[in-house]
């Protein structure tokens, strides 16, 4: 299986939370691929910014101690969000939907909105 955390999912992961029920932290440990994408990166960087959030430690050090793969944002994922339905405004959250659709990866989530999305998931 080939997975990609929404930016909720991973910091879940990487704070150890309960957030995270047991069947989705096996399934994230077992899976083939585990994604972070470049999007979850830059919309971390501007709540850290703002003071909305806050980190212990880099997000890109984090990424990688978990042994996930960065998932850089490509031009086929940047033209499939300018053709998604507007079902979802957050960009990050189109980004991501639009990335799985590309790398036919299984979308890890929380956001209910992302059901009305031709894109598999995996609620949290």
């Given at each position: ?19 995270l ?19 979850s990166?830059?919309?971390?960087a ?22 996930f793969t960065a998932?850089p944002?490509?031009f086929?994922?940047?033209?499939l969000?300018?053709r ?5 405004g ?7 939907i ?11 989530t929380?956001d209910?909105?992302f059901g ?9």
């Amino acid at each position: 299986m080939r997975l990609l955390l929404d930016t909720h999912a991973f910091l879940w992961w990487q704070e150890d939370s309960g957030k995270l029920g047991a069947d989705v932290r096996r399934a994230i440990a077992r899976a083939e691929t585990v994604w972070v994408s470049a999007a979850s990166a830059w919309e971390v960087a501007i709540k850290v910014g703002l003071g909305k959030l806050k980190l212990p430690g880099a997000f890109a050090d984090a990424v990688e101690q978990s042994q996930f793969t960065a998932l850089p944002i490509g031009f086929e994922h940047a033209a499939l969000v300018g053709r998604l339905p507007r079902l979802h405004g957050d960009p990050f959250d189109r980004m991501l939907i639009a990335q799985a659709i590309v790398e036919g990866a299984t979308l890890v989530t929380h956001d209910e909105q992302f059901g009305a999305y031709a894109v598999p998931l995996l609620m949290v």
